[in-house]
């Protein structure tokens, strides 16, 4: 089985000084927890600060973003070679930008491996709207996003799949369990399609949408998810450590 990861993505939230805070509240907690990787994703703005507080800690750092080129007249963007001195991890194709931002399937795809290229991990998030899964293309749109996200990689390595419904995001209705690891099975045999059966048991896939402290241990038991991509949650030190706590106790 993959490396647990629990990632946090505090989206557009903190200022530096309320980000300081927050970290500052949850690093004890979180360094006393064994066996699962703690990933957290600030904004861009508060990437050094919070780089700074976690030096020598086991917990690692991610962006939210980033653009796929590595330099140029993109106004505002941030490429991967700016953020690869910051951190380790970047989330792409977040539903968010997706669907409010109109980010393709083609451009997570470049952002994908741009990210591989300079030695980011990226956590490919892919997910269907509540209209897709209504209508039974669920199992097709998140094949698609994962074939289209991979376009341009040759080796899955450092990669991770977040799978977070749209309709999960933010509203409290999280997937059951039972769904969450059918659609997750179904992203397993797409990667083993492409890559190999080897190469995609290596890739940790993480759940996202409405996880909690009190159901993450329900997702964590289930074959196919290695992890959690948590928002809400993510953004109170002591709703989080108690989250990945839970989530390390299931998982033993
Ligand atoms: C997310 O933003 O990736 C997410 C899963 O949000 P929430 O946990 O708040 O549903």
Same mark, same amino acid.
């Given at each position: ?134 209508? =039974?293309? @669920?199992?097709?749109?998140? !094949?698609?996003? #994962?074939? &289209? ?5 040759? +080796? $899955? ?73 948590? =928002?809400? @949650?993510?953004?109170?030190? !002591?709703?989080? #450590?108690? &989250? ?5 106790? +299931? $998982?033993?």
């Amino acid at each position: 089985m993959a490396t647990p990861i629990i990632a946090g993505n505090w989206k557009m939230n903190t200022t530096i000084n309320e980000a300081k805070k927050l970290v500052a509240g949850m690093k004890p907690g979180l360094e006393a927890i064994e066996g699962v990787q703690k990933v957290v994703c600030p904004p861009f703005t508060a990437l050094a600060a919070v780089r700074e507080q976690l030096q020598g800690s086991s917990i690692a750092l991610g962006a939210q973003n980033m653009h796929f080129e590595g330099s140029g007249a993109y106004t505002g963007e941030v490429s991967p070679t700016m953020l690869v001195d910051l951190c380790q991890f970047v989330i792409t194709g977040h539903s968010e930008r997706r669907h409010k931002l109109g980010e393709s399937d083609v451009v997570v795809g470049k952002k994908v491996a741009a990210a591989r290229d300079v030695g980011l991990r990226p956590i490919l998030c892919v997910g269907e709207t509540l209209k897709e899964r209504d209508d =039974g293309d @669920a199992d097709g749109v998140v !094949e698609r996003q #994962v074939s &289209l996200g991979l376009a341009e990689v040759s +080796a $899955l390595d450092g990669l991770l799949v977040a799978y977070e419904p749209v309709w999960a995001i933010g509203t409290g209705a999280a997937a059951t369990p039972k769904d969450a690891q059918a659609m997750m099975g179904h992203i397993r045999e797409t990667l083993a399609a492409l890559y190999g059966s080897s190469a995609a048991s290596e890739v940790p896939l993480l759940y996202g949408g409405s996880v909690t402290a009190d159901n993450v241990a329900s997702f964590a038991f289930q074959e196919d998810i290695d992890g959690a991509l948590v =928002g809400g @949650a993510s953004l109170s030190p !002591e709703t989080f #450590v108690r &989250l990945v706590r839970n989530a390390a106790e +299931a $998982l033993v």
